[in-house]
């Protein structure tokens, strides 16, 4: 009898654990889907080109001078070592994780709409632009930073005690 238990416990512990499994994955080709619906390939194109000008200005802001070319090749080994379908699946898994099915499928129904397909191909202009204003912020915060570091060293600053 005791085994008898024992086995029945085992066999549903192992269907359960099966059912979770087709559950999940099923609610990853779900986000697979939903990331289809995204473009997620082109997403991580645009990010990619957005991110390479950022730093180009980055550096160039900064007067430091980078080669194009080096720029350039950073930037093609960054993308190979990106490939959208290796990425499509990891992030699969997250979303999976993330949200739940009746979410995942609202998340699709939204960018499969009109709408979302507006929202989806002003994304990137609207990354560009937070870009631009979170590199400002975070440029103008880092020199505020450097000159206060710069006048502690030199004693004239709040911390030292002088005026």
Request: proline content about 2%.
């Amino acid at each position: 009898m005791k085994h008898r238990i024992i086995l029945i416990t085992v066999l549903l512990v192992a269907a359960t654990a099966i059912r979770a499994d087709e559950e999940g994955s099923e609610r990853k080709e779900l986000a697979v889907t939903v990331l289809d619906a995204m473009n997620f390939c082109d997403m991580i194109d645009q990010t990619l080109d957005q991110m390479k000008e950022a730093q180009q200005k980055n550096l160039s802001m900064r007067g430091m001078t980078s080669s194009s070319v080096d720029l350039d090749r950073t930037f093609t080994i960054i993308r190979e070592n990106m490939p959208c379908d290796d990425m499509k699946q990891e992030m699969a898994a997250i979303y999976a994780q993330v949200f739940t099915t009746t979410e995942l499928r609202g998340i699709r129904d939204f960018f499969t709409s009109e709408v979302g397909q507006t929202f989806n191909s002003k994304q990137p202009e609207l990354m560009r632009r937070s870009m631009e204003v979170s590199m400002k912020r975070v440029n103008a915060a880092m020199m505020k930073a450097m000159e206060e570091m710069r006048r502690e060293r030199s004693g004239t600053g709040s911390g030292s005690g002088t005026p």
